[in-house]
C-alpha cells in the first residue's frame, strides 16, 4: 500500500479538514512532527520550484508522498525550515472542486493535492479512492480530467509546464 503521511499543524477547523477525514479511514497518517515526514519521500509543496511528475513515481512508490496541512497564511509567510527541499514539488495548473474554494486553481485541499500528484504519476486507481472519500471527491477528477490525463503522459516537470503552458495560453 501507499505511504502517505501528512504533516499537520492543527491549525484547521478539524471538522473541515480533508487530511483528519482520510485519516480516520486509515487512508494516510498523520504526524505533527516535521521530521517524521519519511526521508526521500515527495513533499507536495505549493511553494516549491519543480512540478511533480511521472519521474517522481519511483521515490513516491518507495518512500511515499506527503502534504503540509497547515493553513495558506503559514505556507506564504514560508515560517517552515526546511533542511532541503529538494523532494518538495509543485502541482501544476488544477482547479479545486472543494467547497472551500471551489473553482480556484492550485489552492487545493490536502486531499486534492494528494489525489492529483498520484494521478500525474500513474497512480489512477489511488487517487480516485481518496477521492471517493468525499462527497465533492469523484467531481476533482471529472472537473480536471482532460488535464490530469495530459500531465499523467508528460515524462517529467519540464513536460508538465509545456502541458500547462499549453492549455493556458490557448484559453
Ligand atoms: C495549505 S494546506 C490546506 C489544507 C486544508 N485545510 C484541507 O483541509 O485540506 C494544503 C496542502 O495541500 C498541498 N497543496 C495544495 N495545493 C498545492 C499545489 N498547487 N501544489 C503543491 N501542493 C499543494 C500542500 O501540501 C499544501 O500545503
Given at each position: ?13 478539524p ?5 483528519i ?8 497518517a ?29 521515490k513516491?512508490t ?11 497564511k ?43 500528484a ?19 471527491g ?34
Open positions: 500500500m501507499m505511504k502517505i503521511v501528512i504533516y499537520h499543524s492543527n491549525e484547521c477547523d471538522k473541515r479538514c480533508t487530511s477525514k482520510l485519516q480516520k479511514q486509515n487512508k494516510v498523520i504526524t505533527h512532527n516535521m521530521r517524521k515526514i519519511p526521508y526521500n519521500a515527495i513533499v507536495l509543496d505549493a511553494e516549491a520550484d519543480k512540478a511533480v511528475s511521472r519521474e517522481d513515481r519511483e513516491i518507495k518512500y511515499g508522498l506527503s502534504a503540509l496541512d497547515c493553513s495558506w503559514k505556507l506564504k509567510k514560508s515560517s517552515f525550515n526546511f533542511k532541503s527541499k529538494k523532494n518538495h514539488r509543485l502541482l501544476p495548473f488544477l482547479v479545486a472542486a472543494n467547497p472551500v474554494n471551489y473553482g480556484k486553481p492550485c489552492i487545493l485541499s490536502s486531499a486534492e493535492a494528494l489525489s492529483a498520484l494521478y500525474i504519476v500513474g497512480y489512477k486507481d489511488e487517487a480516485r479512492d481518496l477521492m471517493n472519500s468525499f462527497k465533492w469523484p467531481h476533482f477528477i471529472t472537473l480536471n480530467e482532460n488535464l490530469l490525463e495530459a500531465y499523467s503522459e508528460a515524462k517529467n516537470s519540464t513536460e508538465i509546464v509545456e502541458v500547462q503552458n499549453e492549455f493556458l495560453g490557448g484559453k
